[in-house]
């Protein structure tokens, strides 16, 4: 079961629906494809999920940091985790969602999507940092873009913190390259995103949860110093 209606009664399953908390909280859970693809409204990001086994038969979807995101309950029951509500808030089905699809993507959208980000977070920072991507595979430029765009939304949700620029002094610029499995490094001043071209435009890129978490322990490591 996928969770249960506003009106108390529990829906067949779906494999893409749409589900809302009673604080408006809304998302779309896709569970059309190999691994299960979440976005909420008002955001542009696509979080890859994955799903273990919890106890009585509960499922838990988690993030690219093993955090719980979703729990789905053998009563046909969903509980949706955030950072405002840790404990988990119970949501209800709301209606049915398309799937999502992988948008149609050239080297030249490439090219203008990594200067897009690159600009977004050179604002932000007050300096340039250069988006890179030297070797892209031919038919992984949608996996580039997807990348580009939650990179530059991570950055620059670090920037607005309390001393954000301060722990973006290290970041000179972002360099995608490719390989398995997916993940964010700072090295030399360099932010290296490493994508996974197997793994689909979404799930071929760590999240922007992951990436700030990366920048903020990285500044910390280097504060103790």
């Known amino acids: 079961m996928f969770g ?10 779906q494999t893409v ?12 859970l896709d569970e059309s494809g190999r691994q299960p693809l979440l976005r909420f409204d008002g955001d542009t990001e696509v979080w890859s999920l994955s799903v273990t086994q919890g106890a009585k038969g ?12 979703l729990k789905s309950t053998r009563w046909g029951g969903m509980i949706l985790f ?5 404990t988990g808030d119970p949501v209800a089905l709301s209606g049915k969602a398309d799937a999502f699809r992988q948008p149609r993507m050239s080297p030249a959208l490439l090219w203008q999507t990594l200067a897009k980000g690159s600009k977004r977070v050179s604002q932000a920072l007050g300096r340039l940092v250069p988006f890179e991507a ?15 765009d939650v990179t530059s939304s991570a950055l620059v949700q670090v920037a607005l913190q309390s001393k954000g620029k ?11 390259v490719e390989g398995r499995p997916p993940s964010a490094t700072l090295t030399d001043g360099v932010l290296i995103m490493k994508l996974d071209t197997s793994r689909g435009a979404w799930g ?22």
Do not use: C
């Open 58 to 69: 509960d499922r838990i979807y988690k993030n690219d940091m093993g955090q719980p995101v």
């Open 204 to 225: 071929g890129h760590v999240s922007s949860k992951r990436i700030v978490n990366i920048i903020l322990t990285t500044y910390s490591v280097a504060e103790r110093r």
């Open 17 to 28: 629906a749409r589900f809302e908390s009673e604080d408006g909280e809304a998302f779309i």
């Open 134 to 148: 030297p070797n892209v595979t031919p038919g992984a430029d949608a996996l580039y873009a997807q990348a580009a």
């Open 82 to 86: 955030t950072d405002e509500r840790p």
């Open 166 to 176: 301060q722990r973006l002094t290290g970041v000179e610029s972002v360099q995608f």
């Open 4 to 13: 249960k209606s506003q009106d108390g009664r529990t829906e067949a399953a």
